[in-house]
């Protein structure tokens, strides 16, 4: 690489800068933004989501359903006369098989013997590793008001006890307003 001095025997370098790769460059990149950007704007005008009919859901007997809730402002639970909603401040209920109001020592123990009881029916557990399908699940539905800790703590109960899938129940939305 040279360093021109200029004409007329002056001593000082020359300062410019070589802009030729710099114009390369900026071209190559014109290109393919030319190219680029009319595949990316692409649009599909009349998308149709399909809209999905809600199906009856074939559960076993097996699985195990809570349903997660708190008391209202003034202690009351579901199912009492003058009960306002959950409230997030209230007391965690959990309902054993939507039914049976238990607490957390309660629903380890509970969840545990029918655990237990549909393992030995089934053959233990290495009869039921031969066929998952048979692996019973825990199903909560929890209240909208009802504070995480509530859910979490049944969640971590089950998982105790034994049991490997916790899945989610909710309201179907209606899709049309």
């Known amino acids: ?9 002056a001593e000082t370098p020359m300062s410019d800068i070589n802009t030729t790769p710099l114009v390369d460059v900026m071209l190559v ?3 393919i933004f030319l190219i680029a950007v009319p595949v990316a704007i692409q649009t599909i005008e009349k998308l149709r989501l399909p ?4 199906q009856e859901s074939k559960d076993k007997v097996e ?21 306002e909603g959950a409230s997030r401040n209230g007391e965690c209920r959990i ?9 957390s020592a309660e629903l380890r123990d509970m969840a545990y013997k029918r655990l237990d009881t549909i ?12 066929n998952p399908e048979k692996i019973p699940q825990v199903h909560i539905r929890g209240d909208v008001n009802a504070p995480w800790r509530c859910i979490a703590g049944a969640i971590f109960n089950v998982q105790i006890s034994g049991y490997p899938t916790v899945g989610f129940i909710s309201n179907p939305v209606d899709p049309k307003g």
């Open 29 to 31: 990149l014109l290109i």
């Open 95 to 103: 309902y054993f098989n939507n039914i049976t109001p238990v607490d």
């Open 119 to 130: 393992v030995k029916r089934e053959g233990g557990p290495e009869a039921l590793r031969a």
């Open 63 to 83: 699985n195990l359903l809570l349903t997660v809730s708190t008391t209202d402002d003034a202690g009351r639970s579901a199912g009492e006369p003058g009960f």
């Open 1 to 9: 690489m040279a360093i021109s001095t200029g004409g007329g025997g």
């Open 51 to 54: 809209i999905m009919v809600s």
